[in-house]
């Protein structure tokens, strides 16, 4: 058996990705249909994270948690954003 690794497009926004390896996760689909709920789902996961964080290290807690706060903050909008181009393909697509 062999693994075959696709680099990341040059406008990849999965994290996931370090940018190097593609995570298949459709983010830069050609095709709205695709791209708009992966985007939704990467975002959305993101935030949990975000919500979620623990691993405080000591010495740095201010930081990280101004940088959470700008994290959640970005991701609330992205998700918001997603929810709607999501919610615009049902529309054309008749659904609702």
């Not at 992966?38 to 993101?46: F, G, I, N």
């Amino acid at each position: 058996m062999s693994n075959i690794c696709f680099s990341v497009t040059k406008d990849c926004v999965n994290s996931d990705s370090y940018g190097e390896i593609c995570v298949g996760c459709g983010c830069c689909s050609k095709d709205n249909n695709i791209r708009y709920p992966a985007r939704l789902k990467m975002y959305e996961e993101h935030l949990q994270e975000d919500l979620n964080f623990d691993r405080w290290m000591k010495g740095c807690i201010r930081l990280q948690k101004k940088n959470q706060e700008l994290n959640i903050t970005y991701n609330k909008r992205r998700v918001a954003i997603y929810k709607r181009l999501v919610a615009s393909l049902a529309t054309v697509k008749g659904e609702k």
